[in-house]
């Protein structure tokens, strides 16, 4: 069973501005350590971002700078922000959650069904 759910995803022009939002079925997911992966296909999963109470921000070169992870507790939802989008953008963004090892894109022990993103030029 799906223990996070993503929304947000969408089709968008070069240039444009996303928000993805992730919401745990169970709002201590939270307090874990949590990601962002995306897949297109033909190409492996690729870690994107990822946040942990005990460690910063973490992201993959591609998307530094252009791209913010953030969680909201109160909201019971983890975010990101894509902004200046590119068609390289373009994949099935997943939500993972609590982090075992290997750090950052290692290992996570749950995951949700993933959201489309397509970026046009």
């Known amino acids: 069973q799906a223990q996070l759910v993503e929304s947000g995803g969408d089709s968008v022009q070069a240039g444009g501005s996303l928000r993805l939002s992730c919401t745990p079925s169970?709002?201590?997911?939270?307090?874990?350590?949590m990601a962002w992966f995306r897949q297109v296909p033909g190409k492996e999963r690729e870690g994107v971002a990822a946040i942990s109470p005990i460690r910063g921000p973490t992201y993959a070169d591609s998307v530094k700078g252009r791209f913010t992870i953030s969680k909201d507790t109160a909201k019971n939802a983890l975010y990101l922000q894509m902004n200046w989008l590119k068609p390289d953008d373009t994949g099935m963004y997943f939500c993972?959650?609590?982090?075992?090892?290997?750090?950052?894109?290692?290992?996570?022990?749950?995951w949700g069904q993933g959201t489309q993103v397509t970026v046009s030029s």
């Open positions: 169970e709002y201590t997911y939270l307090r874990y350590a």
């Open positions: 993972a959650a609590d982090s075992r090892s290997g750090w950052p894109w290692g290992v996570y022990r749950f």
